[in-house]
């Protein structure tokens, strides 16, 4: 009987961390309920942009993982991008927000047309090449300038990303904000 039990009390045991780890998330993953609260965050940061006077949500990416928010993207002006942030903050469930905005140079029409265009090549070779998830890397072009962010899952993702980008014809910078998760 005692072997028995001490069967028992091993394959409960096991049982028990099994259904544990199974719901938990890893470094790199979310949890179901991860992935709704991140959506929801997300969703009332976009809201409260919208609903700002000086803040033009349109310009501004956000994205969120497991709580902590990335603003992306260029703006008009530098008082644009702090309220972009205070606002973030203020959000519940929010752990931590990188404000990755940057002010927007003059553009010409002409700039405008050449970083659509650059924009349809990154995004294509992004798509083109196996080693990088693109629809984990948000891009935002200004005058060349490409930046990178969002989050992804090791740095050689990060790494291959980089390198393609890299070797785009037109692009004058990268401004890496990508995070490993």
Same mark, same amino acid.
């Given at each position: 009987?005692?072997?028995?039990?001490?069967?028992?009390?091993?394959?409960?045991?096991?049982?028990? @961390?099994? @259904?544990?780890?199974?719901?938990?998330?890893? /470094?790199?993953?979310?949890?179901?309920?991860?992935?709704?609260?991140?959506?929801?965050?997300?969703?009332?940061i976009k809201a409260a942009l919208i609903g700002d006077p000086v803040t033009e949500?349109?310009?501004?990416?956000?994205?969120?993982?497991?709580?902590?928010?990335?603003?992306?993207?260029?703006? &008009?002006?530098?008082?644009?991008?702090?309220?972009?942030? #205070?606002?973030? /903050?203020?959000?519940?469930?929010?752990?931590?927000?990188?404000?990755? @905005? #940057?002010? /927007?140079?003059?553009?010409?029409?002409?700039?405008?047309?050449?970083?659509?265009? @650059?924009?349809?090549?990154?995004?294509?070779?992004?798509?083109?090449?196996?080693?990088?998830?693109?629809? &984990?890397?948000?891009?935002?072009?200004?005058?060349?300038?490409?930046?990178?962010?969002?989050?992804?899952?090791?740095?050689?993702? /990060?790494?291959?990303?980089?390198?393609?980008v890299r070797g785009v014809n037109g692009?004058?910078?990268?401004?890496?904000?990508?995070?490993?998760?």
């Amino acid at each position: 009987m005692s072997t028995l039990k001490s069967s028992l009390t091993v394959v409960l045991t096991t049982l028990a @961390l099994c @259904l544990a780890t199974a719901c938990t998330s890893t /470094r790199t993953q979310k949890s179901a309920g991860e992935g709704i609260d991140d959506a929801v965050i997300g969703t009332k940061i976009k809201a409260a942009l919208i609903g700002d006077p000086v803040t033009e949500a349109h310009h501004i990416d956000v994205q969120v993982f497991k709580g902590r928010v990335q603003l992306n993207g260029f703006i &008009e002006s530098a008082a644009e991008g702090t309220q972009a942030a #205070k606002l973030a /903050r203020d959000v519940g469930g929010v752990v931590a927000v990188d404000n990755n @905005l #940057k002010v /927007r140079a003059e553009k010409t029409a002409g700039t405008v047309m050449d970083d659509t265009a @650059l924009m349809g090549k990154v995004k294509a070779a992004l798509i083109g090449d196996s080693r990088t998830k693109s629809n &984990e890397i948000e891009l935002a072009i200004n005058q060349g300038v490409v930046q990178m962010a969002g989050f992804v899952d090791n740095a050689a993702t /990060r790494t291959a990303a980089l390198d393609i980008v890299r070797g785009v014809n037109g692009v004058v910078r990268i401004d890496n904000q990508m995070v490993i998760k």
